[in-house]
């Protein structure tokens, strides 16, 4: 990844609460030139969202105390945040849920577990 900031300077913020996904989503973003923001839980990842307006939310979809994807309902409501592209990271042998999270707002999917060689390019791929 060393030379390769393919996302310099962008501010992503990661909701998941499985520590090593959060800890291997996190070196690789900040490798390719991220400011990562980090929360573990929906609750928190909604303060967090409000207070920082990241260029891009990663939102896990089973977390402790929302559902994922009703989080991103919550932020996809928000005038400040609304805009802000959300993307699943799902289980690839959940049924259905690619249609389940574009369904319920997100602007796209990323497969667990996380394919260390594509994943930033997939994020860059998000953005703006
Ligand atoms: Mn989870």
Do not use: W, Y
């Amino acid at each position: 990844m060393a030379g390769k900031e393919i996302l310099a300077g962008k501010k992503i913020l990661i909701i998941e609460d499985n520590p090593m996904n959060m800890e291997l989503a996190a070196v690789i973003l900040e490798s390719a030139g991220c400011i990562v923001i980090q929360a573990d839980t929906a609750g928190e990842g909604i303060r967090l969202a409000l207070e920082s307006l990241p260029d891009l939310i990663l939102m896990d979809i089973a977390l402790p105390d929302m559902d994922g994807l009703a989080a991103t309902g919550v932020l996809k409501r928000e005038g400040s945040t609304g805009a802000i592209p959300i993307v699943a990271l799902t289980a690839h042998a959940m049924k259905g849920v690619q249609e389940k999270a574009l369904g319920a707002g997100c602007d796209g999917c990323i497969f667990k577990p996380i394919n260390t060689r594509e994943f930033a390019f997939a994020v860059a791929g998000h953005l703006k």
